[in-house]
């Protein structure tokens, strides 16, 4: 279980994170981009995301994880996400934003959690 004050670090740097990797196709209020990028606030998709979805997609991209497209909100998305992290921590930390911003509310996720999907 992570305390109060990791999960909040991990918010944090998974915010920085998200400026610096995600906001061009998912917009820095997590919106996305009608027909071409799928929001990320209030998604249905996350709302049944697991700890290995999301590492996956992160790690792996859209392409490793040969997704031939996926459904959000009702709305169909070609894959065309790269892999965005090697890294554990900041994986974990983007998890740690993502899955708890905009309306979601997944809950915290320890770095454990999201090595034990990197293999």
Known sequence: ELTQ???EAFQ???KNLYQAKCVACHQ???QGLPGAF???AKSDYLAKATIKRFTQQV???SAGLGSKGLV????KYSPAMAAMSQDSKEITALANYVLNTWGNSFGPVKESQV???MK
């Open 5 to 7: 004050a990791e999960f």
């Open 12 to 14: 944090a740097k998974g």
């Open 28 to 30: 820095p209020n997590g």
């Open 38 to 40: 799928p929001p990320l």
């Open 59 to 61: 790690y792996l991209g």
């Open 72 to 75: 959000v909100n009702g709305v």
């Open 115 to 117: 090595k034990e999907y």
